[in-house]
């Protein structure tokens, strides 16, 4: 398959190595030469320099050959011009944009053929709002994600002292968890991935990805930590796209502020939000703006500025100061390895969210969903059975035993919006099967198998 990825910027280089370790044939294109002159160094793929809404560059590239354009340059304006021209001018099938400004989404009939040619609309922004309320809905977890159409939720919580099920095998959680199914598909304990069976003991501090259904797991959550009060009051430093975004979002429902520096916008976003929030005009790093505004009183602080080294910063001064809880964006990889061990509680990757939206499209119709796991080092993956998959017919138990790698287990599956879990369970051609992928080099054996 021939994929073109416009920008090389942090998501399109990420996007881009994620492509081309699946063995895709990967072109990038971006104005900056440097650039591609270092990812191509790195990853096997080829560079085209130049702009990349312009229909020469684009005819450079290849697109006329392409299967799928992704265009995630940091410009909303290039991205759908982009579009336009692979559509108009090269006929390319699939065509994925990044487009981030609000005002545009809220017109969904502009994205159509016969007006803005886009097949898959990203909206990072919107994706990251998403993330952090669910993790605000569910204190203690680390991330909720959901799987296609329906109530199961991928929930990964770092496992506290004073959990139930500290110390305690794995065989003990459905004697916890009364009225529904949980499965535990991965454990890392520093770092380090664990298959969990049902004699592993859970220990302090290991994070641990499982399924249960929506309506558990508040419950699930309790029995790996110390119980969580809900949060009533919200410190965002910044108010850019996403902070206004997020308030938006979450001003009915709590106590929100928010710290922005710049003052012009400052007042933009006090006007947008109104009375339900209070915009503070200052720096999130100064100590003391922090104590004035009462840090010590908040659930949570989000420190979600354009700036990571601001972000890092604030959230870690936040925390000294008494916040409860904090989380910071964080776009580069080092740096999420940098603040392990930090008193920062929650990195929030806007890579991994829009890397996941974009591999699901990438990979067909077969898979239905995907989320990047432990930032980035493994996947779960929502595949369909095809009718001619050896899969069909066989338990869960005989397929991860025979067929499966050894670093990856099935969830669960999702048949006609029910849920199974008990490795005794059939499968059925389209049945939805939930798999974990310990090891990414596993994936294409993982998908070909259920595609047949």
Known sequence: MNIVVLGAGQVGSTVASHLAKENYNVTVVDRDAQLLQQIEAQYDIQPVAGHA?????LARAGVSAADILIAVTDSDETNI???QVAYSLFHTPERIARVRAAAYHNYPDLFRDEA????????????????????????????????SASNLRLVAVKARYGGALIGQPLSELKQHVRGGDVRVAAIYRRGRPIIPEGKTVIDEGDEIFLLTEKKNLRQVLNEMRPQNISAKRIMLAGGGRLGL???QSL??????KVVESNLARSRTIAEVLGPQALIIYGDATERSVLVEEQIEKMDIFCAITNDEEVNILSAMLAKRLGASKVMALINRPAYVELIKGSPIDIAISPQQATISDVLARVRGRDVITVHSLHFGVSEAIEVEVSPSSWV?????????ENRLPSSTIIGAVIRDHQTYMDKSTIIRKYDHVIVFIINKKDLSTVVELFKG
């Open 53 to 57: 809404s312009h229909p020469d560059v």
């Open 81 to 83: 011009v982009a579009c």
């Open 116 to 147: 803005m040619p886009i097949n898959h609309l990203i909206s990072p922004e919107q994706l990251v709002t998403d993330h952090i309320r669910q993790l605000i809905i569910h204190p203690g977890a680390l991330q909720v994600l959901k799987l």
């Open 245 to 247: 975004r997020l308030a």
């Open 251 to 256: 001003k009915t429902s709590l106590q929100v």
């Open 392 to 400: 069909i017919g066989q338990s869960i138990k005989r397929i991860e």
